[in-house]
């Protein structure tokens, strides 16, 4: 069968990102333009900052991600940009550069949701995974328990009621004063601490789950106690968001009676999350390769094969879904 060569566009956030699949599942390259430094001393992402930034950015990583592949444009099959969840006018950036792009070169669009890349990040790392699996998707904009039932069937059986757990993450880290993006700062400082603060769990019946009652009781510790030992209040706020995310985990086991867990979205780089989860018995633990954690367009480019495959195709008139479900 003819190799197919898939070109991933991701523009959702702060990283302009450009990358070439082979076959949904052999990166030929995967470049990532991160703004990071620019927002950083904003405390956060600044939407209007971050569009300009990927129209700057988008036409050079993308002749970067074809010269690391060694081809041209003519030699993609189909052209994948990430058209939502995220930023409404980050996602036009590289949603408008593909439709250009799709139609100058006469090859077909597909339009990827953003969550689906996240758990494409996994067939990138692991060849032999295949659904149907249990996907814990926790990234900066959402947190879900997703029963994978095959490439493009998805069912969601439990999501946050509030924060995402990787916006509880940068809201903490802010709080105690360590900058943005948080998530990889309390993972380093909480390394240096133990988790010896207790701290509030919110459970509910089903496997929702909610983050805004433990980032709260965290903010009201540090400015009530301002000399308490901040890794000790990290490496505390670490365990219990681990134990509330693998409570649902466990009961979406029991429920759907599968034993294959992977891992997916930013906060799946956070070193004690992917430890509790390896420590999980009688069960099949993936998670991406930590490159592959955070955005990034290798993901976009393999969730977009999937769906060429399946028979998607997007036409010009597809526009930037803010809050695309699965
Ligand atoms: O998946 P992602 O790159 O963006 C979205 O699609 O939302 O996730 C970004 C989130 C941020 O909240 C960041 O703080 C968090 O992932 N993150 C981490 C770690 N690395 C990134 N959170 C905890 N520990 C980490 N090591």
Redesign the pocket.
Known sequence: MKDILTLGIES??D?TAVAVIKNGREILSNVIDTQIPIHEKYGGVVPEIASRNHIEAISRVTKKALEDAGITFNELDVVTPTYGP?LVGALLVGLSYAKALSFAINKPLVGVN?IEG?IAANYLTYSELKPPFLCVMM????TQIVHVKDYCEFEVLGKTRDD?I??A??KV?RVVDLGY????K??KLAQKGKPTIELPKTHFENLDFSFSGIKTAVINLHHKTPDINRADLCASFQKVVTEILIENVEKAMKMTNIKTVVLA???S???Y?RKSFLDLKDTKVYMPDLKL???NAAMTGSAGYYNYMAGKRSDLSLNAIPNLQL
């Not at 990234?139 to 959402?142: C, D, K, L, P, W």
């Not at 993006?181 to 990889?184: E, K, T």
């Open positions: 959702s956030c990283e995220g953003h996240h990234s900066g904009g959402n995402a990787g916006e993450f940068d880290a993006p948080g998530g990889p309390i993972d979205g930013g906060v780089a956070n070193t999350i954690c955070t955005d």
